[in-house]
């Protein structure tokens, strides 16, 4: 299994403690855990922030070869602060992912089995993260692309939203993003919701709406059915990349064949135990492996 990532690998820092992060490496990094071969696209500043994170980001088995070095800017940072375990986002701007460069210049096979996105590095249409992601659109191979909407505050731009929908074949967000997508539908219908979505964006195929502590759910197009994962009574420590591990590991499962209602239980196993731990990418243990695939 080959998946492209695209976007962000920047620094959490938390009141206390920093952790190499950002929602598409968090994604990249627990899709290789799991045993995909993950390619990241991304980019780093030239400083000494940037030097560390690539040492820890090649910690988790993921290709950083297409990881550019800029100059101009610095490595992203995400200044995270927690209210009971519900994380707010400072994200400042410019950072290096938003300039990543373009991928033909570098003369690299745009063909995989997946291309995961966000809105995160294309908030600026004027900065290069934008003209590159549409370049792997328009140019690249891929069964699926995987939309993560991930909105942070005004960190989005409301065009790209509609572009990416209608591009995407899977979308995952939060009860908190559905205003995101401007529908006309009731947001507490969550089947509804879900159907009105597939049926303005054809190309989606399964829609990923996650839930807090209601669990979440997962919308087939095709089948028409919405499946849902049970409420979850676990303990929250932080929210920080509970749902970008739900995200890996659904797509994931369903990469390989796993029905849909499957890949969302192991995709909600996942995410409770990752939530239960300070910082978005805990080590597996032998049992949770046995779980998620």
């Known amino acids: 299994m080959k998946i492209h990532v695209f976007g962000d690998i920047l620094w959490d820092v938390f009141p206390d403690k920093k952790e190499i992060g950002g929602a598409a490496f968090n994604f990249a990094a627990h899709m290789a855990m799991m045993g995909a071969k993950v390619r990241m696209i991304s980019a780093l500043g030239t400083d000494a922030e940037g030097d560390e994170a690539l040492e820890k980001a090649a910690e988790f088995g993921v290709d950083l070869k297409d990881v550019a070095r800029i100059g101009s800017v610095p ?29 033909r210049r570098r003369g690299r096979s745009l ?32 069964r699926e692309l995987f939309f993560d909407i991930n909105i942070r505050k005004t ?34 219908d969550h089947e509804g919701f879900c159907r009105a979505l597939c049926k303005k964006y054809p190309n989606l195929r399964i829609v990923l709406l996650t839930l807090d502590k209601d669990g979440s759910t997962a919308f087939s197009a095709k089948d028409d059915v ?68």
């Open 111 to 142: 063909t995989a089995d997946a291309l995961y996105f966000g809105t995160l590095p294309v908030r600026n249409p004027d900065y290069p993260s934008r003209a590159s992601l549409l370049e792997l659109f328009r140019d690249g191979k891929y």
């Open 226 to 293: 919405l499946f849902r994962s049970p409420k979850s009574n676990i303990k929250v420590v932080s929210t920080v990349g509970g749902g970008d591990s739900l995200s890996a590991c659904f797509l994931y499962n369903y990469l390989n064949g796993v029905p849909i209602n499957e890949c969302l239980k192991r995709a909600a196993t996942l995410a409770d135990y990752v939530v239960r731990h300070l910082g978005a990418i805990p080590a597996y243990t032998p049992e949770l492996l046995a779980k998620i695939k």
């Open 155 to 188: 960190n989005y731009t409301r065009d790209f939203v509609e572009l990416a929908l209608s591009k995407a074949t899977i979308l995952k967000l939060s009860r908190d993003e559905q205003d995101a997508v401007m529908i006309d539908a009731d947001k507490s």
């Open 75 to 103: 490595t992203g940072r995400s200044l995270i602060t927690l209210d009971n375990g519900t994380p707010d986002y400072d994200l400042p701007f410019p950072a290096a992912y938003d300039c990543i460069p373009l991928m």
